[in-house]
């Protein structure tokens, strides 16, 4: 498996942007299905977006559709969401993961929430103020 380690979160105020990366180590991440998700405590883990092995196909929850960009580069073994116009309601524990599986059917699963990724890291905390 790959280790994920995040990094970016901070605050913010509502409006402006983040920019969230994540770094794999150990497993060939070129092959990895990769997603972000987020928590609110007392709250489900919550979808936020996810894209396939080459960067050819993403996805995102309605919530963020428009606002937040996810992007990979297999040579650095990073992978990294933009988060732009900024609400109050984003604030939450940002969580990066990875799966080797990487087909459609999957990643659409990942997102219809049939599936889970395997792979997590431990969270960075993003915090929109009003």
């Known amino acids: 498996h790959v280790q994920l380690v995040e990094s970016g979160g901070g605050l913010v105020q509502a409006g402006g942007s983040l920019r969230l990366s994540c770094e794999a180590s150990g497993d060939t ?5 990769m997603g972000w998700y987020r928590q609110v405590p007392g709250k489900e883990r919550e979808f936020v977006a996810i ?15 428009g606002r937040f960009t996810i992007s990979r580069d ?3 073994r990073t992978v990294v969401l933009q988060m732009n116009s900024l609400k109050p ?3 939450a524990v940002y969580y990066c ?14 997102v ?12 960075t905390l993003v915090t929109v103020s009003s």
């Not at 219809?112 to 969270?123: E, M, N, Q, Y």
């Open 29 to 33: 991440f070129s092959n990895y299905a």
């Open 51 to 65: 894209i396939n092995w080459s960067g050819d196909t993403t996805y995102y929850a309605d919530s963020v559709k």
């Open 74 to 76: 297999n040579t650095k």
């Open 89 to 91: 309601e984003d604030t």
């Open 97 to 110: 993961a990875g799966d080797p599986r990487s087909g459609g059917p999957f990643i659409r699963a990942v």
């Open 112 to 123: 219809a929430g049939s599936r889970g990724l395997d792979v997590w890291g431990k969270g």
